[in-house]
């Protein structure tokens, strides 16, 4: 029982540390968010609250946390409390099968760890998709719990906008399975080490190009983000299926859509742009004789492609209008679906062709 | 430790999907439905089905139920709408059942009970290193015929499914 003490134990550690960087990430984000925007319609963003406003994420926090917390009357209590926290906990649960860095494995007390992820399990790339999909619920629920036909119309909207996104995101996502032959994401990242050229944006035999540009339009779709933020619209819903929420509950609803846009930029950097494998062959630290030091370099650069990733979803709330409603779901399943299927076709047929060859 | 997992997965289902008639709330009985599906899904995972119980959840659980959400909030169901006097039916629906749960419970004709090997031994080993290389080879060689028969049946439902939804649509518009 000592050894199912220390693997708990060991988990419990890992889990900690990932909560801790995704909540940290997501502090970030809300600053970044403003100051990006900020800086692109040419004014400062928030600069009160410590230098150059950086204090302003912890000020956001501590006036949700003591703001009233509101539940109208007609709201079904229940599933009002429930919704939110139905939002957040498939997201988080999502982290789990990142791989944060080097695959390595080490030994504490007779039991192999891997420091960079929580659990390597072979159909990692379901298993998140599995609980995105789930994401769904908290929104739908959340906008039909308020009693308030602004929030049940996002609600709505949101409803029919995931399924029909989703779809996009998993069937751009085969090509890389086809190219990868795994499901398991520490396997798709490894499968891209050794330069850029590897990496299965633009991998031989068949480029992930199309697939790419299918999957950043489709998650920036299923995270509700402009201009693809129909379930929260202002001019039309007030605020969509949050509408009547407010203090701690609009905080977790908050909290998970930035949790969820950090985790698909998690899966597209490890997806398409290799993962933490650097843009060159190797690393330089393990070159100028710091090999035990190369997973900082290796983190650095997952790092790097998320960020990167997320500064995409600002700067286009920053440039796009929003669309109409059935302008989304023409596009989602008219233009997007055709793109997403071809390509499937394309990569089968290049990569059966390219074994033939070998 | 497998069984207490599989008590907890197996009462859950029971409970659940009992609820899911017995609630009088729709919503209710929509999301007594979801944990259903996910405790079948963790039925499947005990069972080293990694992939079935992932397809389970993306399906039934992440689309096909959010529409029956769908369905039932725009609806808008009154609580009493939803009850007729069907005891009848479900008489003749539970005889079977009884039957075949007090056959099945005595040992009898298709009981596992004494030949559980299938669940043991088996080809499970070599399985449940990679399930899903496994049910995709299956798949394309073995049952590559009642595949294909599936996925043809299916195609013919979905386009029936458009053409009468699009009928509908012109001639409630031509009206």
């Known amino acids: 029982m000592t050894e199912f003490g220390l693997r708990l134990a060991i988990s419990l550690t890992q889990i900690a540390a990932v909560m801790g960087i995704v909540v940290i990430t997501v502090l970030i984000l809300t600053l970044a968010e403003r100051k990006v925007l900020g800086w692109m319609q040419d004014r400062m963003g928030p600069m009160e609250v410590g230098p150059y406003g950086i204090l302003q994420p912890f000020a956001d926090a501590i006036k949700l946390f003591f703001k009233e917390d509101i539940i109208p009357a007609g709201a079904n209590k229940f599933l009002f409390t429930m919704a939110p926290i139905l939002c957040l906990i498939p997201t988080f649960i999502g982290f789990a099968v990142i791989p944060w860095g080097p695959n390595w494995t080490f030994e504490i007390g007779g039991i192999s760890v891997k420091p960079f992820i929580i659990s390597d399990i072979n159909i990692g790339i379901l298993y998140i998709l599995a609980f995105a999909s789930l994401a769904a619920y908290g929104i739908i629920l959340g906008g039909w719990a308020s009693n308030s036909k602004y929030s049940l119309l996002g609600g709505l909207r949101s409803a029919a906008q995931i399924i029909s996104y989703e779809l996009n995101v998993g069937l751009s996502i085969v090509g890389v399975l086809l190219l990868a032959g795994s499901l398991s994401l520490v396997k798709i990242t490894d499968a891209q080490a050794g330069g850029f050229w590897n990496w299965f944006l633009f991998a031989l035999p068949a480029p992930q190009i199309f697939a790419f540009v299918v999957y950043v339009i489709s998650t920036v779709a299923e995270t509700n983000r402009v201009p693809f933020d129909l379930p929260e619209a202002e001019s039309e819903l007030v605020a969509g299926f949050f509408t009547e929420y407010s203090g701690l509950r609009f905080a977790f609803f908050f909290l998970a859509e930035y949790a969820n846009m950090m985790l698909v930029s998690c899966v597209a950097a490890a997806l398409f742009l290799g993962g933490w494998n650097a843009p060159y062959p190797g690393t330089i630290l393990a070159l100028v004789g710091l090999p035990s030091f190369a997973w900082v370099e290796n983190t650095m650069w997952f790092a790097v492609k998320t960020y990167s990733f997320l500064f995409l979803f600002f700067w286009l709330r920053a440039t796009l209008p929003r669309l109409r409603y059935d302008q989304l779901m023409r596009f989602g399943w008219k233009v997007m679906l055709p793109i997403a299927l071809g390509n499937i076709v394309v990569t089968s047929i290049a990569v059966f062709i390219y074994q033939q060859m070998k | ?175």
């Open chain 2, 1 to 175: 430790m497998s069984l207490v997992f599989f008590g907890y997965f197996g009462g859950m289902v029971a409970i659940t999907s009992m609820l899911v008639v017995a609630l009088r709330n729709p919503v209710y009985s929509a999301l007594s439905l979801l944990v259903m599906l996910f405790h079948v899904a963790g039925l499947f995972v005990i069972l080293h089905a990694e992939f079935l119980a992932a397809v389970q959840v993306i399906v039934y659980a992440g689309a096909i139920l959010v529409l029956y959400l769908f369905v039932v909030m725009l609806l808008n169901v009154k609580e009493d709408d939803r009850y007729h006097s069907q005891w009848r039916i479900a008489a003749v629906v539970c005889v079977p059942l009884v039957i075949e749960s007090i056959v099945l419970l005595s040992g009898g004709a298709g009981s596992t009970g004494h030949d559980s090997r299938s669940l043991e031994s088996g080809p499970h080993g070599g399985i449940a290193a990679d399930n899903t290389l496994a049910i995709g080879k299956t798949l394309f060689t073995t049952y590559l015929f009642p595949f294909e028969v599936a996925s043809l049946v299916l195609l013919v439902a979905m386009i029936g499914a458009i053409v009468l939804a699009k009928r509908d649509f012109s001639e409630s518009r031509e009206l």
